[in-house]
């Protein structure tokens, strides 16, 4: 059966999910590596517990285990596409509030819009914008952040036909 | 370890450079990112996986590149700065093995110490690979 794109829109366009509370506090040592990674030796971050800013969504989510639970990816995963290769496109972050270690967070997703489009990668390719909001323990907006994600299949099923969907 | 240099409003000018940095994308550093950020999806460490979705080799991943263009911006502003916007397209992959240089312009210097900042991620390579742009607010001068 082909892709039926406009149900998948009907189905899924502005569905949101509910406000979901990190398991632990805002941390020195994720900020240790975070700061390791790109050579930023900057104090605010490794000695006085500032949360870099593009952190703010690494401490709301719930962490890379269980996978289902990892920010915006298990949300994703439930929507149908032809493929299941994911690229993030464009991202955009406004911040409203600082962080620090010890603030809690949590967050809430929403599908923005869903579209197909044909890339080099693959004519059946999926465009899911999505809009997600960061609070604080006060439930104060500390940042909301936009993703444009690409679903595509591998080269492989595009050669066979394959879709899952 | 000492503070970055405080930066008012009052001292900057359209089109100031912003310093920027480089960094080799060598294998350890692509460990760095998986650490870093915890993204543990293959795309970024396994190159087999990668090659099967018709990529050349592993990439760096979003929370990687942001927090680069973030340095950039958090390295100029100071303490007392505040990063307000950040967005950016990555529009060409970059792979294992290149050199990429953050960099970051002043683009606009806006009302109440707004400041709209072009900032981008570039190799010798292919160029400008990810642009973006930012806004930040500086303090103003006592």
Known sequence: MAYDVKTVKREWEGHETALAWRRYPVEHEPIRRHCHMIDDANP???????????????????????????????LIRRIPTPGDRLINLNQ???WFLPVRVGDRLGIRHKVASIHQRSTRLDPLSVWIRTETTIVNEREQVVARRTNQILVHRTPEEIATGVSRS | MSATPQRYQEDVANGEELPGFSLELTMTRMVLQVSGTQDFYPIHHDQAFARSAGHPDIFINTSFIRGCLCRVLTDWIGADGFVKRLGFQMRTPNLLGETISARGRVKQKGPDGHIEIEVWIESAEKGVTVPGSATVILPARR
């Open chain 1, 44 to 74: 605010l971050f490794i000695e006085e517990g500032r949360c870099p800013p593009v952190m703010v969504d690494f401490f709301a989510s719930q962490g890379p285990w269980p996978a289902a639970d990892f920010d915006i990816l298990g």
């Open chain 1, 92 to 94: 955009e972050f406004e």
